[in-house]
């Protein structure tokens, strides 16, 4: 039951629901670029990703891993806590692709010797800058201790996601993570995990199936996730 609209973003909307601390997430079928200027509405897109970031939530929660997530109630929605959102998101990095190749002159496609974990600040009006511990914590973004827990927590998550993306012959680039806080305090994972925000490339040809495909005009954005819920198992 979907009641008042609580957030609306570029690719998903909230909503109060019938118990309270809890929140019902609608996946959009909204393809947006470059802080909107390219958008575009790709048909079905909202329930790829609710399948997909479903199906990671599952496996998180296998893995020890506390998030938002409660269940998927339709074929775009799923149930989360209501969190008090942390304004900072931590990008892991496997392989050197996107805005670290633009700043440190690096070729697209480099393995990194070990997971890099950098930290955004979570500002649409200033492009999300990249920001270090010093910064979240004088400015009250986070504390120290919380960016430790989250580093730790979004570790965890690469060695799960690694796995599961290795067994059906995709490349887990990089993705980024986002936490709240819930009502006792606790540091949960939050929003989302889906091909927007992360890449994924076919492991052996190296083909992209993730939003990049929307960014550079690389083919069908709708093709590229579908491979990716079918290669997990989860299109009938």
């Keep these: 039951m979907k009641g008042e609209l ?3 973003g570029k690719g998903k909307r909230l909503y109060a629901s019938d118990v309270e601390g809890e929140l019902i997430q609608e996946f959009k079928d909204d393809a947006t670029a470059f802080d909107g200027i390219k958008h575009d509405v790709i048909k079905g897109k909202g329930e790829l990703n609710c399948a997909i970031s ?3 939530f599952e496996r998180l929660h ?3 891993i506390a998030t938002h997530y409660l269940r998927r109630e339709g074929p775009a929605t799923m149930r989360v806590r209501e969190l008090d959102m942390i304004p900072v998101e931590i990008v892991v990095r496997n392989v050197a692709a996107g805005s670290i190749c633009k700043r440190l002159g690096l070729e697209e496609g480099r393995l990194l010797p070990w997971p890099l974990t950098e930290l955004f600040y979570k500002s649409d009006e200033l492009h999300d800058p ?3 511990v010093e910064h979240a ?6 504390s120290r201790e919380q960016i430790a827990a989250m580093r730790d927590v979004a570790l965890h998550v690469n060695k799960v996601l690694t796995e599961l993306f290795d067994g059906v012959g995709i490349r887990l680039v990089d993705y980024k993570l986002e936490f709240g806080l819930s009502r006792e305090g606790e ?3 939050g929003d989302e995990i889906t091909p927007d925000g992360c890449r994924l490339w076919d492991a052996r040809t190296g083909r992209k199936l993730d939003k990049d495909v929307f960014r550079r005009d690389l083919g ?5 996730y ?4 079918s290669r997990l198992g989860l299109l009938g």
């Design 54 to 56: 479903s199906h990671i």
């Design 6 to 8: 609580k957030y609306e």
């Design 226 to 229: 579908h491979e990716v819920a």
């Design 187 to 189: 540091i949960l994972l």
């Design 62 to 64: 296998e893995a020890g």
């Design 137 to 142: 914590e004088m400015f009250g973004w986070a």
């Design 220 to 224: 069908g954005l709708s093709e590229a």
């Design 130 to 132: 990249m920001i270090c």
